[in-house]
Nanobody, 125 residues
């Protein structure tokens, strides 16, 4: 089992920055690829970003490329999502997720094994 606890959300203005953190406990964190997803009101959950277990490869959905940065610290069992130049359309509940399976389906929700239970809420006004 893996427990994922997010932190760092809040209410921000358009153009602001925010950093989300996701702390993992339980199963070996450094063995998992980590992802961030978001779900806007009335919409389906969508992929935002992912990072491989070593941190050597990162992936982003097009709308956040150049604005968001995913990183991880395996010594702290934590993955981060730095969000800059926030836009109103970034308003969503953000979830972190852990993927232990092999393969490169980082954007696929079903590829992830564990999800954060305390969703982050980031709003722009």
């Amino acid at each position: 089992q893996v427990q994922l606890v997010e932190s760092g959300g809040g209410l921000v203005q358009a153009g602001d920055s925010l950093r989300l953190s996701c702390a993992a406990s339980g199963r070996s964190f450094s063995s998992a690829a980590m992802g961030w997803f978001r779900q806007a009101p009335g919409k389906e959950r969508e992929f935002v970003s992912a990072i491989t277990w070593s941190g050597s490869n990162t992936y982003y959905t097009n709308p956040v490329k150049g604005r968001f940065t995913i990183s991880r610290d395996n010594a702290k069992n934590t993955v981060y999502l730095q969000m800059n130049s926030l836009k109103p359309e970034d308003t969503a509940v953000y979830y972190c997720a852990a993927k232990y399976s092999s393969g490169s389906a980082f954007a696929r929700i079903s590829a992830y094994d564990y999800w954060g239970q305390g969703p982050q809420v980031t709003g722009s006004s």
